[in-house]
């Protein structure tokens, strides 16, 4: 396979999940951008808004399975990972593979379970495995973890603790939909569920070749200075108090590999690093208590980075 086909599956599976998400091309497409990349998704917005719908078109225009994990309170990590139980029947004990074993995860308003819960992806996002008393289980790939949350100042929610945000990809919020956008959701939802005329438009064999694809997209040694020199810049940034880590780089680069690649190019530029450091880079940054209560958060540090760090030259 190559880019021509990397680009027309991405086409079409814009088009599928855009007959059920109208109106949200920029936030579909960073969806693709991060399956495509091999990463992990965070979908944070107020509820009633399309989080888990988008989260679903996705999963069902992949054809490939899919979990669901509804994070409650009393949900247990064994729930999330699996867990070794005594087979009355076979006189031995056996693994009972958790929701994680899956191609596409759905993780609905995670926020909502506690943090040990929430740990118990750390694992399974960064190393696509499994590690239950002992013995390790592979994820077999693509592996998308697609995760909602409820911003965390609302009732009954747990913040992401920071080593679990640094292992989604990217962030992204659904905001509300335009008047136009709103009234086509009332006729047409109001009547039919969307999702079930939803097919799938590729298999998981053909997104782990694309997978491939995305990886062997040229990146400039320019492109890659220009990377760490954003990365750097916002641990050095007076708002912040724990910067972008080395693997924020890292999902950077990835994420730009594939954002090149569906638009069919063969070579990273610097606008699409620009176009993802705040999707990538926005979520990892804690920003220092004097800048929260002047209203500067991380999207407002990148934006500043983005403006002072000078464009790549080439060697």
């Not at 002992?134 to 693509?142: C, D, K, N, R």
């Amino acid at each position: 396979m190559d880019l021509r086909d990397l680009q027309r599956v991405a086409e079409d599976l814009v088009g599928s999940v855009e007959q059920v998400i109208q109106g949200k091309d920029e936030t579909v497409r960073l969806a693709l951008t991060v399956l495509f990349a091999g990463g992990h998704l965070l979908v944070e917005d107020v509820p009633g808004v399309g989080k888990t719908m988008l989260a679903k078109a996705l999963a069902r225009s992949v054809a490939g399975s899919v979990r669901r994990i509804q994070f409650t309170p009393d949900l247990l990590p064994g729930d999330v990972t699996g867990s070794t139980v005594f087979s009355a029947d076979r006189g031995e004990f056996e693994f009972r593979p958790g929701a994680v074993f899956a191609n596409v995860v759905i993780g609905d308003e995670i926020n909502r379970a506690s943090p040990k819960t929430q740990s118990a992806l750390l694992e399974c996002m960064e190393e696509g495995q499994v590690t239950v008393d002992g013995t390790t289980h592979v994820l077999a790939p693509p592996f998308l973890v697609v995760a909602t949350q409820n911003p965390v100042e609302m009732d009954g929610t747990y913040p992401l603790p920071e080593a679990q945000r640094d292992r989604f990809m990217a962030r992204t919020s659904m905001g509300y939909p335009s008047a136009a956008a709103e009234v086509t959701m009332l006729r047409t939802h109001g009547r039919v569920e969307p999702l079930d005329d939803l097919r799938p438009v590729v298999d998981v064999a053909t997104v782990r070749r694309l997978l491939d694809v995305v990886h062997d997209v040229y990146l400039a040694p320019a492109i890659e200075d220009y990377v760490v020199a954003l990365v750097r810049r916002t641990r050095e940034h007076p708002d912040v108090r724990l910067g972008a880590s080395p693997r924020a780089g890292l999902h950077l680069v990835r994420a730009a590999r594939a954002r090149a690649g569906m638009q069919g190019r063969d070579h990273v530029l610097p606008d699409d690093v620009q176009a993802l450091a705040g999707p990538v880079l926005a979520h990892r940054l804690l920003p220092t208590s004097d800048a929260v209560l002047g209203g500067r958060d991380g999207e407002h540090v990148v934006a500043e980075v983005l403006r002072g760090t000078a464009l790549p030259r080439p060697h």
